[in-house]
């Protein structure tokens, strides 16, 4: 069994700063692309940040200037950085990874974490 697992959700005042972190549970996983999704009440998941393997990245308008996402390919770990947060950052946060190898071994579908919850207060 192969998990994604998130650490770093919490509370912040606007305007404030908080880091994500989203590691896979073994040594021997690969993506070659990873990212950050997420999910406020009512509303449908949607893209926050991706990153491939080679380095190149895509954000969402929303989050553009404010976001940062890495990568670190020996610890098998994706952060987000997150700048300047605002009230309708609100949101749980999802780990994504997809074009799976374990092991050299490619796996069909998407991987996610478990979610981490974000709120951001007035």
């Known amino acids: 069994q192969v998990q994604l697992v998130e650490a770093g959700g919490g509370l912040v005042q606007a305007g404030g700063s908080l880091t994500l972190s989203c590691a896979a549970s073994?040594?021997?996983?690969?993506?070659?692309?990873m990212g950050w999704y997420r999910q406020a009440p009512g509303k449908q998941r949607e893209l926050v940040a991706t990153?491939?393997?080679?380095?190149?990245?895509n954000y969402a308008d929303s989050v553009k200037g404010r976001f940062t996402i890495s990568r670190d390919n020996a610890k098998n770990t994706v952060y987000l950085h997150m700048n300047s947060l605002k009230p309708e950052d609100t949101a749980v946060y999802y780990c994504?990874?997809?074009?799976?190898?374990?092991?050299?071994?490619?796996?069909?579908?998407?991987?996610w974490g478990q979610g981490t919850q974000v709120t951001v207060s007035t």
């Open positions: 073994t040594s021997f996983f690969s993506a070659n692309v």
């Open positions: 990153m491939s393997s080679r380095g190149s990245t």
């Open positions: 994504n990874a997809d074009g799976v190898s374990i092991a050299t071994i490619p796996v069909m579908g998407n991987f």
